[in-house]
Structure formats: structure tokens, C-alpha cells
């Protein structure tokens, strides 16, 4: 909670479904603050930082990683939450960990791990998120993981599958009777694609790979360059880009205000377990949705799948796969917490290993198993390697 008093379909830290493990209040914060803390403190968040958004992490000092990406959720979704009166902390520590569990090399290390992980349960980002924040993490004395309070990780778990669902009980429960969850964590879920959507445009220009007058395509775009046209004659590029796109951001999130409220209006819901019940109530309009997808399309067809974009990606999944093939064949190339936390030295360690890796790391740790054959010069000759190896020295911790 921040600022004035909560609406009632909020989520209350203090009528908290509670831990895993039980702790002592943590007044004269409040569950989700220190829930929102324990996060921003995790080894997993740090290494965010280090992790691929679109553009591997060393292909500029500009470009969103994972971690800036957060912080852009995090702040739309508190915007939000504040003008609906909802939990700002609950919101915010969803936001900052939403990610937490996602490999190297963005989408394209996910695809691999979970390629290579299909024969035992398959990889899926964001429930390895919940992992990290359940069990990954090791800091404290008494348990492993975090220890977040259940309406943090029901937000941080937005799918699963029925047969991880089964296996996670009480928070798996949802997605077996077709429940919602918060209208903090759906919210926090709009609020991760406002960020993308319109990043993605900064780090498209800044990139070279997308032109302004592809943008000016699309009529959402373009409507507000006209305005800001009209107000700022001759304004340099970065800067009728940054406040076309702020506009962009206002548009998304007044639409989403607008909407949610409809919905809310319909189902009036007095508590948080009759918004769990209700429909999803937090969403664009139709007439949003048309506007914004114009704008995902040219994102898909010149940025995700630009010829650049696409090679490095390529690049990263072959890294990922030869990581995993090498470190399950011969464990002991695993550090020794990896080995010891699993108990058994098998694909579900190996994944969490590479899994936590950073960009960078990924790539020396490619190289330290694969010495100096031919894999390892193939690598070093190729578009991925350019810059990491140039970064300092990095460690596993
Ligand atoms: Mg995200």
C-alpha cells in the first residue's frame, strides 16, 4: 500500500494468504514492501542486468537488458495501480520479478533449454521464475528461496500448464478451475507489454534495424509525431521520438484505465477472491488492440525477425544447446552448489545452471568446456562473441 486508502478488490498485504514458511511481521513495512525488497536484494535480479531483452547484452551500452526492462514494468504498473487504488508494492515486486527466471539470449535461450529439456518436464521461463524466488535463491537460514507471499508469486506464475499446476498445488489450483489471479498481477502482465511494445521502438531506431518512416506506417505512431510536429517544429530525432513515444505509453495506459474500469464497473467486486472468481478484468479495448497491432507486426517483421537479430539469435540457441549436451554428459564440469542443491547430478540442475547464466557467462562457460576445438573457434569467429569477450571478468556468483 501507498498513498491514500486501498479499493476494496485490492489486494491487502495484511489479510495476506501468507508464506510458505511462517515469519514474523515485518512492520513497520508491509508483507508485499518486504516482498518488494527481498527481490530487489536477490542474486537473480542482479544478473537481469546481464541478460538479453532483443539485443544481446553486449551489443551496446544503450540498449534495454532484462533488468532496465523490469524497472520499465515496475513503473508503468505503479502508475496504474495508483490510479485504480490498488496495491503499489504487491504490483511493483510482481513487476521487478516477473523475469527473474528467464536464460541467456532472451527467447532464443528459452526456445533451446526448452528444446533440450522436453524428455523431463520441458523449461518454461516463467515458471522458472517462481523457481528462483522458491527454491533457487539461498540466502537466508531458515529456507530456501524468498519466501514470498502467495499473491507475489501467484503474480509472478502467470501460466502453467495442467500438469505443473497439479504438481504446485494451492497456486497451481487457478489454472485448473480457470481462475484469475489479482487485479494487481493482471494488471502487472498489461503493464510488462506497454513496456516492450514501445522500447522495442526506442531500441529499434537506436539500432539502425527500424527507420522512423517505417513507423510513420502506423497510424499510432504516426498520430502522435504529428502532434508533436505540431507543437515542436524541428525537433531533433531522439527527441520527437522520446515524446512520440511517452504519448504512446499515456494512449496504452489511459486505454487500459478506461477498460478496466468498465469491467470493473460491470462486475463490481467486493473483494480480491471475487475478483479471482470474476472474468479477466483488467484489458485494452478491441479498439486498442486493433490500433496497437500494426506496430507489434512491424516489430515482429524488422526487429524479432531481422536477418541481424536472427543470426545472433541462431548463434545463442547453438550455445545453449552445446552448454547443456556437455554439462549433462559430464556433470562434474557443474560448480559444486549446483550439484549439491539438486542432490542428483541430472537435466533439472543442468537447466537451472544455465538458466541463471548471464549473456556473457554463457559464452566463456561455452568456451571453457569447449577448450579450443572447433565449436569454440566457431563461436569466436561469430557475431555473438564480439563483444563479450572484451566485457571484465565475470564469475558464476
Ligand atoms: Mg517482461
Not at 122 to 146: C, I, K, M, P, T
Not at 189 to 204: F, K, M, P, S, T
Not at 244 to 260: G, K, P, Y
Not at 355 to 371: H, N, P, Q, V, W
Amino acid at each position: 500500500m501507498t498513498g491514500g486508502a486501498l479499493a476494496p478488490y485490492a489486494a491487502r498485504a495484511a489479510a495476506s494468504l501468507g508464506r510458505r514458511f511462517a515469519e514474523p511481521p515485518a512492520a513497520p513495512r508491509s508483507e508485499f514492501q518486504r516482498d518488494r525488497d527481498r527481490i530487489v536484494h536477490c542474486t537473480a535480479f542482479r544478473r537481469l542486468e546481464y541478460k538479453t531483452q532483443v539485443f544481446v547484452n553486449h551489443e551496446g551500452d544503450l540498449f534495454r537488458t532484462r533488468l532496465t526492462h523490469s524497472i520499465e514494468v515496475a513503473q508503468i504498473a505503479r502508475s496504474i495501480a495508483r490510479r485504480l487504488a490498488l496495491d503499489e508494492d504487491l504490483i511493483e515486486a510482481i513487476s521487478l520479478a516477473h523475469d527473474l527466471g528467464h536464460t541467456p539470449f532472451g527467447h532464443a535461450g528459452q526456445d533451446a533449454l526448452s528444446a533440450c529439456m522436453a524428455p523431463w518436464g520441458g523449461f518454461e521461463h516463467n515458471l522458472q521464475s517462481l523457481r528462483v524466488v522458491d527454491e533457487l535463491e539461498q540466502r537466508y537460514g531458515a529456507f530456501d528461496g524468498l519466501n514470498l507471499c502467495f499473491e507475489t508469486r501467484e503474480g509472478i506464475l502467470k501460466h502453467c500448464s495442467p500438469a505443473n499446476a497439479r504438481a504446485l498445488g494451492e497456486l497451481g489450483r487457478r489454472f485448473l478451475e480457470h481462475r484469475q489471479p489479482s487485479l494487481e498481477a493482471q494488471l502487472a502482465n498489461l503493464a510488462d507489454e506497454i513496456a516492450y511494445d514501445h522500447h522495442d521502438v526506442d531500441d529499434g531506431l537506436r539500432s539502425g534495424l527500424l527507420s522512423l518512416d517505417e513507423l510513420e506506417s502506423v497510424d499510432l505512431f504516426a498520430d502522435h509525431a504529428r502532434a508533436v510536429r505540431a507543437r515542436f517544429a524541428d525537433l531533433a530525432p531522439r527527441r520527437l521520438v522520446h515524446e512520440v513515444l511517452r504519448r504512446m505509453i499515456s494512449e496504452r495506459i489511459e486505454d487500459l484505465l478506461a477498460q478496466t474500469r468498465t469491467g470493473l464497473a460491470a462486475v463490481a467486486p467486493t473483494d480480491i477472491d471475487a475478483v479471482r472468481l470474476a472474468p479477466p478484468l483488467a484489458a485494452f479495448s478491441d479498439a486498442m488492440l486493433a490500433r496497437v497491432r500494426p506496430l507489434k507486426q512491424l516489430l515482429h517483421s524488422r526487429l524479432y525477425r531481422h536477418a541481424r537479430v536472427v543470426a545472433v539469435m541462431d548463434e545463442a540457441r547453438a550455445v545453449v544447446r552445446e552448454l547443456f549436451g556437455r554439462l549433462l554428459a559430464e556433470p562434474t564440469l557443474l560448480p559444486d552448489e549446483h550439484r549439491i542443491r539438486n542432490n542428483a547430478i541430472g537435466p533439472r540442475a543442468v537447466s537451472d545452471y544455465i538458466a541463471g547464466m548471464t549473456d556473457r557467462f554463457a559464452i566463456r562457460e561455452y568456451l571453457r568446456i569447449s577448450g579450443d576445438g572447433p565449436a569454440a573457434a566457431a563461436l569466436l569467429a561469430s557475431p555473438l562473441a564480439a563483444g563479450a569477450l572484451a566485457a571484465r571478468p565475470v564469475s558464476a556468483g
